[in-house]
T-cell receptor, first 114, second 113 residues
Framework: ETGVTQTPRHLVMGMTNKKSLKCEQH?????MYWYKQSAKKPLELMFV???????ENNSVPSRFSPECPNSSHLFLHLHTLQPEDSALYLC?????????????FGEGSRLTVL | AQTVTQSQPEMSVQEAETVTLSCTYD???????LFWYKQPPSRQMILVIR??????QNATENRFSVNFQKAAKSFSLKISDSQLGDAAMYFC??????????FGTGTSLTVIP
């Protein structure tokens, strides 16, 4: 198993659909992240979970709903998205202690909202 | 707030030549970490090199090295003997013990055979 796995790799959904992105890490890390990557913009941090507890929510619209059932799994539930939400969504994990660990990324889920 | 600036959206280099990617950052902290990440087309982002701010010696990883100028808040990446597999987006990132990662907008590197 590779370090951080994301599924699906590609997703097309309508504005009224409900879908979920899944992330799984096999590195024994205790922190997991969702980032949004859009062209020509810095990576945008969306959510951070540390030991299953959400520690950061960067003013993300409520149409994005994260879930972290354990330290190895992270979900991003999507509903009533907008076309501007089309982007590459990256999951990452890291060691929280010490809080200087590098991020390990998954390959991303390419989301297209029609 | 911390900001990371990569002023070169695109760069190109001849195979086997050397290229330097620029990065500047803004922070009021004295203890932090800097990273260069590589994202090949349609592949996952991986760490290339990291530098702890308290270390004066520039980090080196094989053909990759950095020029860390703390006073100038500059952190450039030098790639020597460029290879076709080096073609990718390169992101500069900053992190401190008290903050999350801040990323630049990236530099797209093309390697010309």
């Amino acid at each position: 198993e590779t370090g951080v796995t994301q599924t699906p790799r590609h997703l097309v959904m309508g504005m009224t659909n409900k879908k979920s992105l899944k992330c799984e890490q096999h590195l024994g890390h205790n922190a997991m992240y969702w980032y949004k990557q859009s062209a020509k913009k810095p990576l945008e941090l969306m959510f951070v979970y540390n030991f299953k507890e959400q520690t950061e929510n960067n003013s993300v619209p409520s149409r994005f709903s994260p879930e972290c059932p354990n330290s190895s799994h992270l979900f991003l539930h999507l509903h009533t998205l907008q076309p501007e939400d089309s982007a590459l969504y990256l999951c990452a994990s890291s060691s929280w202690t010490p809080n200087t660990g590098e991020l390990f990324f998954g390959e991303g889920s390419r989301l297209t909202v029609l | 707030a911390q900001t990371v600036t990569q002023s070169q959206p695109e760069m190109s280099v001849q195979e086997a030549e050397t290229v330097t990617l620029s990065c500047t950052y803004d922070t009021s902290e004295s203890d932090y970490y800097l990273f260069w990440y590589k994202q090949p087309p349609s592949r996952q982002m991986i760490l290339v090199i990291r530098q702890e701010a308290y270390k004066q010696q520039n980090a080196t990883e094989n053909r990759f090295s950095v020029n860390f100028q703390k006073a100038a808040k500059s952190f450039s990446l030098k790639i020597s003997d460029s290879q076709l597999g080096d073609a990718a987006m390169y992101f500069c990132a900053y992190r401190s013990a008290r903050t999350q990662f801040y990323f630049g907008t990236g530099t797209s590197l093309t390697v010309i055979p």
